[in-house]
């Protein structure tokens, strides 16, 4: 069984938790994984840099600690490089959060 989404040309397998863009691998790391994952799952919906933040440090978000933390941000900018262009990653019109800017479908096959 095979689980794939897709946006724009950009696929992301579900079961080996990879990512490809114009059928090329593209080398992300754990944590660029699951921020890709967590912006597709919920487009075209932004995601707030606050929820964005738990998935990068793995702990609620503190606001006095994120005064000064570019963490996301920066995670987004290395998404953002690898993925290239086209963008398919978007700051959200309030700059609060992130979001996918294209059609995401979900398809799964088996194959026997």
């Excluded at 700051?91 to 609060?96: L, S």
Aim: net charge positive; aromatic share 8%; hydrophobic share 45%.
């Amino acid at each position: 069984m095979q689980a794939h989404v897709r946006f724009a040309d950009v696929r992301l397998d579900l079961l080996s938790c990879k990512a490809y863009r114009g059928g090329r691998a593209i080398g992300l790391s754990y944590i660029e994984y699951r921020l890709l994952l967590l912006l597709v799952k919920r487009s075209p919906a932004p995601v707030s840099v606050r929820e964005l933040h738990q998935v990068v440090i793995g702990r609620p978000y503190n606001d006095d600690w994120m005064l000064q933390s570019n963490t996301v941000q920066v995670s987004i900018h290395r998404l953002r490089r690898k993925l290239g262009l086209p963008a398919v990653i978007h700051t959200a019109d309030n700059k609060a959060g992130y979001r996918i800017s294209a059609e995401v479908s979900l398809w799964a096959s088996t194959n026997m």
